[in-house]
């Protein structure tokens, strides 16, 4: 699969996920997961679809393997996709927790962002 055939699937994913068709949009990243496993915005975007139709369990395991991809502390918006991820397993308090440590991670700081590239 070259990169135009990955990016229309992922395009073609994304547009069923904002539409609320998550379960259409799952074996077009699972196709692209087959390919690139190691494509991290497919992964993210794989781990938002199970955590939408239920699939916690799936979602925990896609999570995993982006945070082993990532190799460094969890990153905020895994975080999220984690909290979401627990909730849809009825793991609430686990859950609750992990939201937690969301709202109190840092947010990027696009001020020194934007200081940073005017330099």
């Known amino acids: 699969m ?3 055939q990955r990016d229309l699937l ?3 994913a994304y547009l069923y996920s904002a539409c ?3 379960r259409r949009a799952l074996p077009l990243l699972l196709l692209v997961a087959a390919e690139h496993p190691a494509d991290r915005d497919c992964l993210r975007a794989l781990a938002h679809a ?3 139709t239920g699939q916690g369990d799936l979602a925990m395991t896609v999570i995993e393997r982006l945070e082993a991809l990532e190799g460094e502390p ?3 918006g895994l975080l999220l996709l984690r909290s979401r991820a627990l909730h849809a397993q009825s793991k609430l ?3 609750r ?3 937690a440590r969301y709202a109190d991670a840092p947010a990027a700081d696009a001020a020194g962002n934007a200081d940073r ?3």
């Open 97 to 99: 927790a992990c939201f």
């Open 20 to 22: 609320s068709r998550e």
């Open 50 to 52: 199970y955590t939408a």
């Open 2 to 4: 070259d990169a135009e």
């Open 10 to 12: 992922l395009s073609m």
């Open 74 to 76: 969890c990153s905020r």
């Open 117 to 119: 590239n005017a330099a």
């Open 93 to 95: 308090t686990e859950a």
